[in-house]
Every structure is written in C-alpha cells, then in structure tokens.
C-alpha cells in the first residue's frame, strides 16, 4: 500500500545511538568541558531524588547508603538495563559485542572518584552537552520516551549507586589475569 510501510523494528535506544553515534566518533575526547562550579540543585522531579553537583562530581551516594558491586556488574552487562556494553567494552570475557563507541570500563575506577563515576552515570550531559552517553537519572528534558518510562529514570538510585559500587572496584591494579584476556 501506498505511503504504509511497516515501522522500523528498532528500539529507540538503537535509533538514538545510530543517528548520533557518528559524532562520537568526533567527540569522544572526555570531559574536556568539565569546569568547577559552585554546588548547584538538579531539577526536582517527582520520581528524583535531589542530588547535590559539586565540580564535575555528585559527591554523595544518592541513596545515603553504598551500592553493591555484584548487582551492579549485572546491571552494567545486562542488555535491556543497562545497555552499557551497546557503547562500552570492559573486562567481560563472556560477553560478546561489545561496544566500541566509549572508552573501556576497565580502569574507570582508577581513573575517577566515586563522585565522578556518579555524575557520569547520572547525567553525563553536564560534562558535554553532546555525548551519546544517556543520563541514566534524569527524567526530565527526555525526548521520544516511551509511555510506561515517562517521568522515571532509566535506573533508580539504588540501581546507580550498584553501578557506582561496582565501577570503582575496575581499578588498573585489578585487570583480569591474563587467562581470561579477550579473543
Ligand atoms: C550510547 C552509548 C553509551 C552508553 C549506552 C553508555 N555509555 Fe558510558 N560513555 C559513552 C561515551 C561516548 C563516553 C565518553 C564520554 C563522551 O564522549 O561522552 C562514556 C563515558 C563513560 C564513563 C567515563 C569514562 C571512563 O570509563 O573513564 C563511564 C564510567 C561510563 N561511561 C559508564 C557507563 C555505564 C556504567 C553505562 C551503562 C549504565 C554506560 N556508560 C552507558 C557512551 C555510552
């Protein structure tokens, strides 16, 4: 039929990342845009809670309490929750397709604090406007949303704070022993 052809099969999330992934490749310099700035309050949002930037890091666990590293590498590898390894490769032997668009999540422990780790997850927007990387808590400014995610993060704060948990424990120091190196 004329005009009627069937929508495209792809989620959002890899529509988004197809239309912008080609300026990553441009961009992927990091955190070049960070300037410190005085503490400032994120936009309250029902489902939000209130976190408080400092510099280019959220210094304070979002929840008040600290995350678990073992539920957050499975957040981290999980294909429908995280999505991160759609962008991101990292000491993962198992998993296949790993992405190449970001920097490898081994060493992220190493190379920032917690704080940092927290306002990349959170909203790596703040630090360039421009990243493909999405903001992970925030609800707000969202466009083409599904329904039954209007208005909620993609994780909760628990779920953020497991990541956290989890990414500090990737230190340089701890890479993965070389019997389990990537083919
Ligand atoms: C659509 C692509 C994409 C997805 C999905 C994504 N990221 Fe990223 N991430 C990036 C890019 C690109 C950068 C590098 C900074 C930039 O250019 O914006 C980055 C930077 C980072 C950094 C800081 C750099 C480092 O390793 O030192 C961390 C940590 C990080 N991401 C963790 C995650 C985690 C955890 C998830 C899943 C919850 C995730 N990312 C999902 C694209 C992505």
Redesign the pocket.
């Known amino acids: 039929m004329a005009g009627s052809r069937p929508s495209p099969k792809k989620s959002s ?1 890899e529509r988004d ?1 197809a239309r912008v ?1 080609g300026l ?1 490749f441009v ?5 070049g845009g960070a300037k410190a700035q005085e503490p400032e309050r994120a936009q309250p949002s029902a489902a939000l809670r209130p976190y408080t930037v400092v510099a280019d890091a959220i210094p304070e666990s979002l929840t008040g309490a600290k995350g678990d590293p073992q539920r957050g590498r499975s ?2 590898v999980n294909r429908q929750v ?3 390894l ?3 490769s990292g000491p993962f032997p198992d998993e296949k397709f790993q ?1 190449t ?5 081994q ?2 422990g190493s ?2 604090t917690e704080g940092q ?1 927290r306002l ?2 959170v909203d ?1 927007s703040r ?2 406007a421009d ?4 903001p ?1 808590y925030r609800a707000d400014g969202l466009v083409r949303v599904a329904p039954a995610f209007q208005g909620k993060p993609i ?1 909760t704060a628990e779920q953020i704070e497991d ?1 956290v948990a989890y ?1 500090a424990t990737l230190r340089d120091d701890s890479a993965i022993p070389t019997s389990d190196q990537k083919r």
């Open positions: 999330a990342c992934c990553a961009l992927l310099a990091f955190a957040i981290v995280g999505l991160c759609l962008c991101h992405g668009l970001a920097p490898d999540l060493g992220a190379r920032g780790l990349r997850i790596a630090l360039k990243t493909i990387m999405p992970y994780l990541v990414l």
